[in-house]
């Protein structure tokens, strides 16, 4: 008995080693029972080491923000509702814990020393600490980081990256909560539009099916794309500009210059010859009265005179050695 007392006196040292040592491998459970109830876990200078310190069996996996508005860091802000969400789809998909990775949360305010250490001057900034032990081990055990350049992320792009770094084996996939909100609001717009229509109906159908109509619309628009209207959209053209003498110049000299109020001028030309050319065509020739018919023909005809004139005259503006031109201007 003796004996066995004095045995049991020697190894109770090495038994309290051992106890000692256990916890660590115990970590990944401990904090991930916590992520269960409240994820992603918010982590502090002492935890986050605790959980980045080798050896681990397991992936870690922190984001490094600073949410308060003193650090004046929007797209922290912005992102963490995206980064929030992931870890909670994480935690409701792996409730065994067979990915063994842990999602954590370390802000400035809770964790200045780490940051001190990183040397971090940005944020938000990720950090993925792959195992240092078992099957998937990488024997540096150095964090794999990824910024932020590109601006915001999605949660679904950030599991993406994540997917990429971890090996093969459970990736719970992101569960975006219903916006009943939105679901409302589209239902609402939906029915709304559809009664409008079945009331106002009797009414629209005359104007829709209005050859007229449909005839200004269409003359209109090719005005104006044949005047250069999308080549003020595609060159971001000035409207005016001045003429270097106090005034105003609507006409940009050279055929690679235009400005804005010259395509609409332009397009009213186009549009009153058309419009000449037509009414002697078609109009004219239905007048039963001889001498109205022709005070017509001499008023439509002198807008095209004075038009095309005009339009020559421009001519002459764009390219300043075309040698024609046509009274009045």
Not at 184 to 203: D, H, R
Request: include cysteine; hydrophobic fraction near 40%; glycine fraction near 10%.
């Amino acid at each position: 008995m003796k004996v066995s007392g004095v045995i049991t006196l020697a190894l109770l040292p090495l038994s309290c080693l051992g106890a000692k040592k256990s916890p660590s491998g115990g970590r990944f459970e401990e904090y991930h029972a916590r992520s269960q109830s409240s994820a992603p876990l918010r982590l502090d200078d002492a935890s986050y080491e605790e959980l980045t310190a080798p050896p681990r069996n397991h992936s870690t996996i922190v984001l490094l923000t600073a949410l308060e508005a003193r650090f004046g860091c929007q797209l922290c802000r912005e992102f963490q509702p995206e980064w929030d969400m992931l870890c909670k789809s994480w935690a409701r998909g792996d409730r065994n814990g067979e990915s063994r990775t842990l999602l954590g949360t370390l802000d400035f305010a809770e964790g200045k020393g780490t940051f001190q250490k990183l040397m971090l001057q940005t944020a938000p900034i990720i950090l993925l600490f792959p195992p240092t032990s078992g099957p998937n081990a990488k024997p540096d055990g150095q964090p794999i980081r990824m910024d932020f350049t590109a601006g915001p992320q999605s949660a679904e792009n950030i599991v993406g990256w994540i997917t990429r770094q971890l090996p093969e084996g459970t990736k719970p996939a992101i569960q975006r909560p219903v916006n009943y909100v939105r679901i409302i609001t589209i239902t609402t717009t939906v029915l709304g539009t559809i009664s409008f229509f079945s009331v106002a109906y009797p009414y629209i159908l005359p104007v829709i099916q209005n050859r007229n109509l449909w005839a200004g619309i269409s003359l209109i628009t090719i005005l104006l794309f044949t005047s250069g209207h999308m080549y003020n959209h595609i060159r971001k053209v000035p409207y005016v500009a001045g003429d270097g003498k106090g005034g105003i110049s609507y006409f940009a000299g050279g055929f690679s210059n235009q400005f804005g109020m010259e395509t609409q001028i332009v397009a009213a030309m186009y549009g009153s010859l058309a419009f000449a050319t037509i009414a002697l065509a078609l109009k004219v020739p239905r007048m039963s009265d001889p001498t109205k018919q022709q005070v017509a023909v001499f008023i439509w005809g002198g807008i095209m005179l004075g038009m095309y004139s005009f339009l020559l005259s421009v001519f002459r503006i764009k390219n300043g050695g075309y040698p024609f031109h046509l009274p009045p201007f």
